[in-house]
């Protein structure tokens, strides 16, 4: 199966007033690793030190980088229709959607599902269900927190284990089965489409 791990780092928690200064997205091709987009992203402005303390990304660090609306359209075709797979995907899908429609760019096709969800129905009773706990649980093997490409091998490495588990007799499910286990709805980007420029410049 195909599919590819995202991950984001950002300056705060609500999508569309806080920045995105990392992005980690690895796609993986019947469990290896194909590709890897990943960069820094210039925030446009301060990181919080309460983020930095998090995931140790410095305004020095992210000096020069790219502007989100340089990536986002690279992204969009490094992701394709492929599944998009995330830990507690909603986060991370709503930021990169603030700025698809603040930029009006198109947007990755794919099916988003989310490793926390499934993580909760095919292992029942953990204390928590955090990316690290998940990790150390399965074994995974492990280094840096809090960074997006790091996090996002995580969440593949994370989705791999869970389809070995949900797999019967080696044919892995389908994705409305995988939709299912989530408990919600297929969540996909939304088709975003150029608004009509204003003339007002032009007298018109």
């Given amino acids: 199966m195909k599919f590819i791990a995202f991950d984001l780092e950002t ?3 609500v999508a569309g007033i806080d920045q995105i200064v990392e992005i980690g997205a ?8 194909e590709a ?3 960069t820094l992203v210039d925030p446009r402005k301060p990181i919080p030190p309460a983020a930095s303390a998090v995931n140790k990304i410095t305004n020095d660090m992210v000096a020069g980088k790219p502007l989100i609306e340089t990536l986002l359209e690279p992204l969009t075709e490094f992701c394709e229709d492929a599944v998009l797979v995330a830990h507690n995907a909603n986060f991370d899908a709503q930021f990169l959607l603030a700025d698809y429609k603040r930029f009006e760019l198109p947007t990755p096709r794919g099916t988003i599902l989310d490793t ?12 928590n269900y955090k990316l690290g706990t998940l990790v150390q649980h399965l074994k995974i093997e492990s280094g840096e927190f809090h960074r997006a490409e790091a996090d996002a091998n995580y969440a593949g490495q994370l989705f791999i284990e869970l389809m070995k588990r949900i797999s019967v007799k ?8 995988l939709v299912a286990l989530t408990g919600k709805p297929a969540f996909k980007f ?6 009509a ?3 007002e410049l032009f007298g018109i």
């Avoid at 690895?26 to 690793?33: P, Q």
């Avoid at 044919?171 to 089965?177: I, K, M, Q, R, V």
């Avoid at 939304?190 to 608004?195: A, G, L, Q, R, T």
């Fill in 36 to 38: 890897v987009f990943s």
């Fill in 197 to 199: 420029r204003q003339l």
């Fill in 11 to 13: 300056t705060g928690i």
């Fill in 116 to 127: 926390l969800a499934i993580s909760k129905k095919v292992f029942p009773g953990l204390a």
């Fill in 26 to 33: 690895i796609k993986y091709n019947n469990g290896e690793v």
């Fill in 190 to 195: 939304p088709v975003i489409e150029k608004k």
């Fill in 170 to 177: 080696g044919s892995a499910p389908g994705l409305e089965n």
